[in-house]
Nanobody, 118 residues
């Protein structure tokens, strides 16, 4: 089992920055990848950033060049640095860990609200 706790959300003006954190605990050695998703009002949950144990990352075009995912394996924490934020980035952001121990399992955090507004 893996437990995830997100933090760092809040209210920011357009053009501003925020850094989200996702602290993992439990069976952290089984984690093979981490990702950030978001769910905007009235929309489905969507992937915004992905990183695997090799450090390979992936972003959708909507955030590429503005968002950066990173991972501190010593602290078992993933980060999402968000720059040049836009009102359309307003959403609940969720952290996901993909674990492998013979079977693949996904674990989710509780989510953190990010609001971009003047």
């Amino acid at each position: 089992q893996v437990q995830l706790v997100e933090s760092g959300g809040g209210l920011v003006q357009p053009g501003g920055s925020l850094r989200l954190s996702c602290a993992a605990s439990g069976s952290t050695l089984s984690i093979v990848a981490m990702a950030w998703y978001r769910q905007r009002p009235g929309k489905e949950r969507e992937l915004v950033a992905y990183i695997n144990t090799s450090g390979n990352t992936n972003y959708p075009d909507s955030v590429k060049g503005r968002f950066t995912i990173s991972r501190d394996n010593v602290k078992n924490t993933a980060y999402l640095q968000m720059n040049s934020l836009k009102p359309e980035d307003t959403a609940v952001y969720y952290c996901k860990a993909v674990a492998w121990s013979g079977l693949s399992a996904d674990y989710w955090g509780q989510g953190t609200q990010v609001t971009v507004s003047s």
